[in-house]
């Protein structure tokens, strides 16, 4: 015999979307029938009335993913879940036509009206993950270049270097070909594909290409959203994607918008598909104090500074974009073909090119801003990781690349960390614990710096793991804040002052 409480699930998650409008009053049986088909019911109460008041959607979803796996619809593993979840939460997800029609007829009132909208859709239908992300751990160190932000990342795994790699040379022929394709918008999912029923994507044309519009569903930020190219093709950082990255500042005001690096090791960690990532967030490095301004030759209309900040950065600043893309192009071009083996900056070795540059570009009133981070993804014996990248000695708290995110000062640490500080903050108290290999001789540091107090404990270890994640992005500086370091970048911008 059917369950009862079922038929109030359903009942109740079918008002609640009348009620917050995301089902219209005039699909409600359509929407009833829909949930009945995904959980296999034949014998459903049509006398059920809503309950008073309205439990959350989420709530409601949840009962109803339970049913399916008490009732053996889907087994009990996170990706059978998803997929039941995501089919049920398209049921409050319009049709992706109707989702960009609503948005740029928003984006006529305003543009932060139809980003917010679009934000909010994508979070009531769970395609952002606000419950996951809820889990993860932030707090900030104070560094001699500012406040750093720093987050473990509980909602979503960081990929190895492996699986970055694999992915970077994965060859065309599954569907969706990766995580990013458009392909992705609707799709069911299966155990080697993310659920995706109720993700939609804004077409967003840039210079006669079609891109995609997005936000991530594990996000880092507030508003972390993803620009991505209909078409499948690499990750290239060219005079085109500066181009790009200005119009959309243009297209979207209220919003700073990055590109990875294109080489591997200071890219970030999808090269196989162009795209970048932006938001409405301020990031540590947008408050870095100026280092000193340049007089860039040829370019008399663009204010140029050097920020104190641990990557090499040039900022960039005009009211015409135009000669900030031109200053910018000026500067990546002879940098990428630029070596100084003193600091040991090879623009070319076996064949392979080393020089390349992260960009972020926002608006400053109507002012355009564009950062350029100069990266060199260099191997040697030494550092086989990278010379410019994480040195093994911080490797325990973060060795996966440094890319856009963490130039911007915001770091994002792996899950494990969670469960190793603790270890840690045990051994220092004197306590039972299994410390990590890879953090002993760390451990052993702190300890010297007893003896602790439980209250104070993991303060103690987060400025610790803070002092880590700042000397993580100063490996991943080219030119480092020394004076032989400084020297050796004013060899490179003595190229473009007067």
Known sequence: MQDSSIDQVIRDFVSKGIAAHRIHSLDERYAINHLLGLLEIDVYDVQKIP??????????????????????????????????????MELITPLPSEVNKRFWMHYEEAPM??????????????????????????????????????????????????????????????????????????????????????????????????????????????????????????????EGTIANLLEI????????????????????????????QGGRHSFPMEAAKVLRTLTLGGFPEVEAEILYWPLSVIRLRSNNR????????????????????????LAESSGGLHNAVTLIARRVKEAYELDVVLRNNRTTESFPDGIFHPHPDVQHIKKENIGLIEVLGLAILPPRLETELSEVADYLLGKTAVVASYHREWAEVLKQQGPFEAESIMEMIHEAVGEKFLRVIEDAGVYKQTPEGQAAFDRFLSTFEK
């Open 322 to 345: 135009n000669e900030v893309a031109a200053a910018a192009c000026a500067i990546m071009e002879e940098w990428q073909q630029y070596s100084d083996p003193q600091v040991e900056i």
């Open 51 to 88: 309950s008073i008041p309205l439990p959350n959607l989420l709530d409601s979803l949840d009962r109803m993913v339970g049913y399916a796996v008490e009732k053996h619809l889907i087994t009990d593993v996170p990706e059978e879940i998803e997929i039941m979840e995501a089919q049920i």
């Open 113 to 238: 009206r139809a980003t917010d909208e679009f934000y909010r859709l994508s979070q009531d239908n769970d395609y952002i993950k606000t419950r996951k992300i809820a889990r993860n751990k932030h707090f900030s160190f104070d560094s001699k270049y500012g406040k750093l932000e720093i987050t473990i990342n509980l909602s979503k795994p960081e990929k190895t270097r492996q699986q970055m790699e694999a992915a970077r040379q994965s060859e065309s022929g599954n569907y969706p070909i990766c995580a990013l394709c458009m392909e992705n918008e609707g799709y069911r999912g299966r155990a080697d594909a993310a659920a995706r029923s109720n993700h939609r994507i804004v077409r967003l044309p840039l210079f006669g290409e079609n891109w995609g519009f997005q936000y991530s569903p594990y996000s880092y930020y507030n508003e972390h959203c993803i620009i991505l190219s209909e078409e499948h093709v690499p990750m290239h950082v060219n």
């Open 249 to 276: 500042v243009t297209i979207f005001p209220h919003y700073f918008i990055g590109s990875n690096a294109g080489l591997p090791i200071v890219g970030g960690s999808i090269l196989s598909h162009e795209h970048y």
